[in-house]
DNA sequence: TTCCATGTTCCGCA
DNA sequence: TTGCGGAACATGGA
C-alpha cells in the first residue's frame, strides 16, 4: 500500500486526528520496527511529547515532537495509521500505540514489519543521511533535474523510477502506471529516452501521483481509465481493449500493456 | 501446501 | 570501483 500518495493521505489523516495532541502513554510491541535506534529511546522521545507538526519526504512520514526531535515512521510494504477511542475500533497488527491527551489513541499497523519507526534530528537530515533523491513532488523537482536524475541510469526505465536515491517516492504500483499512461514499455533503458518522453513521463507522473492523493491512493477509487484497478494478467487493457501483462522486472511484478506501450 | 504481496537492504556479478 | 538484479527479511491471505 504505501507509495508517495498512501503516505501523504497517512500525514493528512495525522494532521486532522493527533496534531497538537500530547503522547500520555506509549505501547510498542515487536523489536523488529525499531531498526535505527531502540525501541526504548524512540518511547522515551515520544512520552510526554507533544505531534507539533507533519512533513513528508518520498515514502517516509516525518512528525515533529515538542523535545525537537523528529519521529520516523516509514510503513514498508503493509503499514498504516489508525486513530481510534474505543477498544474495539483498534486495528489488527498495531506494533506502536500513543495514547493522546484528548482521549483518542493513534496507531501504527504493520502486519507485515517491514517498516521503520525511529527518531531522527530532521527530515533534511534523514533524507542526506539515506540518500534519497529530492521528493517526486517537491517544488525542488522540475521536468529538467527529473531528466538528469533519469539520464545518468543503465538500468531499466522501471528501476530507475522505483529508486529512491533518484527520486524519492514511486514505488511498484504507482511507477507501473506512471508508466501505462505515459506510453513507455517498462523493460526500456532509462538512458535511451528521448527529451520528449522524459518530459511527458515527468508530466505523467506528478498528474498520476497529485490525483492518486485526491481519490485518497484507495485502488477501487480510481478512474477507470488507469490501470491500477486492473492489475492482473489477461485483464482488460482500459486504453485499448488489450489484453494486460505481467512480467517480472527488477525482482517486482510488472503490468503493462504491450500495445500502448511498445518496446 | 505453495505462492505472492504496494519496501529496503545486502550480496554477488559484470 | 560502481551499478544493477536477485534474494532475504516477516507475516498471512489466496
Same mark, same amino acid.
Given at each position: /500500500?504505501?507509495? &508517495?500518495?498512501?503516505v501523504e493521505?497517512?500525514r493528512?489523516?495525522l ?6 495532541r +500530547? #503522547?500520555?502513554?506509549?505501547?510498542t $510491541? ?9 525501541r526504548?529511546?524512540v518511547?522515551?522521545?515520544l512520552k510526554?511529547?507533544r &505531534?507539533e507538526?507533519? %512533513?513528508?519526504?518520498?515514502?517516509? *512520514? ?9 519521529l520516523?515512521?516509514h510503513?514498508?510494504m503493509?503499514?498504516? &495509521?489508525k486513530?481510534?477511542r474505543?477498544?474495539a475500533?483498534?486495528p489488527?497488527?498495531?506494533?506502536l #500505540?500513543m ?6 489513541? @493513534?496507531?501504527y499497523d504493520?502486519?507485515r514489519? @517491514? ?5 531522527v534530528e ?8 539515506k ?5 517526486? *513532488?517537491?517544488d525542488? /523537482?522540475?521536468?529538467? %533535474?527529473?531528466a538528469?536524475? @533519469?539520464a545518468g541510469s %543503465?538500468a531499466t526505465?522501471k528501476s530507475?523510477? /522505483?529508486d529512491?536515491g533518484?527520486?524519492?517516492? @514511486?514505488g511498484?504500483v504507482y $511507477?507501473d502506471?506512471t508508466l501505462f499512461?505515459a506510453?513507455?514499455?517498462p523493460?526500456?533503458?532509462a538512458?535511451?529516452?528521448s527529451g520528449e518522453e &522524459? ?5 505523467? /507522473? $506528478?498528474? #498520476?501521483? +497529485?490525483?492518486a492523493?485526491?481519490?485518497?491512493a484507495e485502488?477501487?477509487?480510481?478512474p477507470r481509465?488507469?490501470l491500477?484497478? %486492473? ?8 486504453g485499448c ?5 505481467r512480467? $517480472?522486472?527488477?525482482g517486482?511484478?510488472?503490468y503493462f500493456?504491450?500495445r500502448?506501450?511498445?518496446?
Amino acid at each position: /500500500m504505501p507509495e &508517495l500518495p498512501d503516505v501523504e493521505v497517512f500525514r493528512k489523516y495525522l494532521q486532522s486526528t493527533s496534531l497538537k495532541r +500530547r #503522547v500520555r502513554d506509549v505501547r510498542t $510491541t515487536r523489536e523488529e520496527l525499531y531498526r535505527d535506534h531502540g525501541r526504548d529511546d524512540v518511547v522515551k522521545a515520544l512520552k510526554g511529547s507533544r &505531534l507539533e507538526d507533519t %512533513r513528508r519526504h518520498g515514502k517516509n *512520514l516525518f512528525v515533529k515532537l515538542s523535545g525537537g526531535e523528529w519521529l520516523l515512521l516509514h510503513f514498508g510494504m503493509s503499514g498504516f &495509521l489508525k486513530s481510534y477511542r474505543k477498544p474495539a475500533e483498534e486495528p489488527p497488527h498495531q506494533r506502536l #500505540v500513543m495514547a493522546l491527551d484528548d482521549g483518542s489513541n @493513534l496507531a501504527y499497523d504493520s502486519q507485515r514489519l @517491514l517498516g521503520t519507526v525511529s527518531v531522527v534530528e530532521s527530515p533534511e537530515e534523514y533524507a542526506k543521511r539515506k540518500e534519497l533523491g529530492p521528493d517526486a *513532488l517537491s517544488d525542488r /523537482m522540475s521536468a529538467e %533535474r527529473f531528466a538528469e536524475l @533519469l539520464a545518468g541510469s %543503465r538500468a531499466t526505465v522501471k528501476s530507475a523510477l /522505483m529508486d529512491q536515491g533518484r527520486i524519492a517516492g @514511486l514505488g511498484n504500483v504507482y $511507477t507501473d502506471e506512471t508508466l501505462f499512461q505515459a506510453g513507455i514499455h517498462p523493460r526500456r533503458r532509462a538512458s535511451e529516452l528521448s527529451g520528449e518522453e &522524459l518530459e511527458e513521463m515527468y508530466r505523467t /507522473m $506528478t498528474r #498520476v501521483l +497529485r490525483k492518486a492523493i485526491d481519490f485518497g491512493a484507495e485502488a477501487s477509487n480510481a478512474p477507470r481509465s488507469w490501470l491500477l484497478p %486492473r492489475r492482473e494478467e489477461g485483464a482488460e487493457c482500459p486504453g485499448c481493449g488489450g489484453s494486460i501483462e505481467r512480467t $517480472t522486472i527488477s525482482g517486482r511484478a510488472t503490468y503493462f500493456c504491450a500495445r500502448c506501450q511498445p518496446p
